[in-house]
């Protein structure tokens, strides 16, 4: 049997996967873009243009897309230094660290989040820590905040940034770095010239996951910031949900779906120029 029939047979071991999610989510998605578009007179516009004229709608991307970017700031920032502790680290200090980190994705969503709801209250172990540090004068309440809400996202999704710029950072030979300092580059220079260049592709790739996630979670921002907060994806469960404006929801989702594709797309352009340029 030729290498290139061996290839075309295994190609099938694929039609199940596909088959799944053509049933299971390509179907569901067309008849809820259909929905978008579908007037009493047949094709329209008309859903999109009312919902791009209300000033509400343009605050609630605007949440949105701000939620999105502190999370995943947090989250790059937590986890870069972590994925680069974890790659260099050997032995059973790794393991530790491996499993710190993949561990919390057994834990379901709405566990994390009720009990972020438990930390962040006024008598939670971070207003508590706040005052005791002297940030703070007096316990303050951060549930049901921004503030509490981009803390409690970035805890669920670290996960999803560290493993990417791990997965990079493990491939990278640690004496490039060494060759670096026998010619006399700083630490500093050595980040800014080898390291950081050598992990964008890890790092445009966790940026895509987690704000991909972040801007459309759901569970997360109905239990820690509530009702009086608006995103894409709470306004898309509401009207649903509650209002039983399908309209409205499926609008609402469409515009979320290319937000989500915008960033995927875009993401994967650059890592293909950056790999081009490598």
Known sequence: MSAAAARDRT???AVPAVAYLGLAYAIPLAFLLARSVTGPDGFTLALFAKFFADPFS?????????IGL???LLCLAIGYPVALAMARSKGIVQVILLTAIILPLSIGVVVKAFAWQIVLRRDGVVSQALVASGIWSEPQRLLFTEGGLVVGAANVFLPF???P???VVKLIDPRLTEAGATLGAS???RFRKILLPLTLPGIISGV???FSMSVSMFVIPSLLIGDRFQMLATLTGRAFLLMRDEALGSTTAVVLLILALSIVVGSTWIAKRLGKSA
């Open 11 to 13: 190609g099938w071991l």
């Open 58 to 66: 343009w605050r609630v991307i605007g949440n949105t897309l701000r």
């Open 70 to 72: 502190l999370t995943t």
């Open 161 to 163: 940034m560290i493993l």
């Open 165 to 167: 710029i791990y997965s």
């Open 187 to 189: 630490p500093f220079y």
């Open 208 to 210: 895509a996951f987690v």
